[in-house]
């Protein structure tokens, strides 16, 4: 990442040097922020598509900044990667999640977004053991969801973090299944519970028969191998009736629900207790 950085060089140009002094702010800031009480982690449902009810909220990181209001994570999790602050900001988004997780009934689960360069920290695995040992949470109750470009340089740090992980309980999730370097091998090699098909295969100007057909093939592989398939980005009703009739066993999207503080998650699933 460094090194594009220098690459900006070569031109002047005014959007790029914006962008860099935008970047320089914000990382400055970022290290500051939770002190200030400026990050909250909101919460989106993943529905189960056959019956309608919650089963896992994904633990979505925001940041309310004074001056320049809310920040999308795709605008600071870069910056906090490339800075190595992701090692602290995700411990604490890991324990944030695990404390909002304890409150909510035994069958639910919460999804937290890893950093490849959180997983290669020293101590990463215990980072996480240690926030569901403060709030109490069972490992069955965390999910981790990493990405196909993780797991690209796969090394002994990764798996060791994945087998120590799994072997206490802690559920893996292969996210935005599609986008990157999509190799089964992963799936071969790692013992996901779920695998994530990405948005871009459900909207976009990409849809048709083609994504249909892979969307189906990816469900018939998760229900040999016994994963739960996650259909991202449902927006749309038909969206809804097209993944459940290709098979994805789980839903999310702004059909159901957008990412919602705590006492809302908490709310959903009172009203579903109730109904
Ligand atoms: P992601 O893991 O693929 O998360 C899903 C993103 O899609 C979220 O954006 C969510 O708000 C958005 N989304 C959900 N449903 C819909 C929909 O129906 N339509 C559309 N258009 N979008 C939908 P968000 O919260 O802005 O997060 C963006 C990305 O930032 C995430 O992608 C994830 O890669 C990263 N991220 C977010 N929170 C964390 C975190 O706590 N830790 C780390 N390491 N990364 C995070
Ligand atoms: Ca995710
Ligand atoms: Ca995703
Ligand atoms: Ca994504």
Known sequence: AKVNGRKQTCFYNPTMSRDLARRREIEAELRSAIQKNELSIFFQPIVDLATGRIRTFEALVRWFHPEKGELRPDEFIPVAEETGVIVTLGNWITAQAAKAAVQWPEDVTVAVNLSPLQIKAP?????????????????????????????????????????????IGVRFALDDFGTGYSSLGYIQKYPFKKIKVDRSFVSGPNVGKK??????????????????IVAEGLETIEQVRTVREAGCTL?????????????LAAMLLAQEAGA
């Open 251 to 263: 839903g999310q999207g702004y059909y159901f629900s957008r990412a919602v503080p705590d006492y």
């Open 123 to 167: 101590g990463a695995a215990l980072g996480i053991k240690n926030a569901l040992r403060e709030a109490g949470l069972a490992p069955e109750r965390l999910e981790l969801e990493v990405t196909e470009s993780l797991l690209l340089d796969d090394n002994y740090a990764t798996e060791a973090f994945i087998e120590d992980l799994s072997q």
């Open 211 to 228: 994504t249909d057909a892979i969307i189906r093939a990816v469900a018939e592989l998760g229900s040999k191998l016994e994963m739960d």
